[in-house]
């Protein structure tokens, strides 16, 4: 069993930066693919960025690509998204995911466990 915790959500102007967090507990942190995801209301939720447990090797969807970096830090049970250049289209409840098994997820249905979610608002 994962639980995970999201923080660093906010409101943030165009262009700026934000980081986010994502907490787990649990002995196997370290075995699972991590992934993030944003989902805006009546829309379903969209990959963003996953990072694999074993090499550390990370995926981005083509709209965050170059503008998100996507990070875990083991001993810390943490996974982090950087986000810089923000646009106000990025504006949503961005959710950490946990993957076991083989490979990462571009799917939610891929993916285990999920946190609570963080809003993210960024004005123009």
């Known amino acids: 069993q994962v639980q995970l915790v999201e923080s660093g959500g906010g409101l943030v102007q165009a262009g700026g930066s934000l980081r986010l967090s994502c907490a787990a507990s649990?002995?196997?942190?370290?075995?699972?693919?991590m992934g993030w995801f944003r989902q805006v209301p009546g829309k379903e939720r969209e990959f963003e960025a996953a990072?694999?447990?074993?090499?550390?090797?990370?995926y981005y969807a083509d709209s965050v690509k170059g503008r998100f970096t996507i990070s875990r830090d083991n001993a810390k049970n943490t996974v982090y998204l950087q986000m810089n250049s923000l646009k106000p289209e990025d504006t949503a409840v961005y959710y950490c995911?946990?993957?076991?098994?083989?490979?990462?997820?571009?799917?939610?249905?891929?993916?285990?466990?999920w946190g609570q979610g963080t809003q993210v608002t960024v004005s123009s």
């Open positions: 995911a946990a993957k076991r098994g083989v490979g990462v997820g571009w799917s939610p249905r891929s993916y285990d466990y």
């Open positions: 990072i694999h447990w074993s090499d550390s090797k990370t």
């Open positions: 649990g002995r196997a942190f370290a075995s699972y693919a």
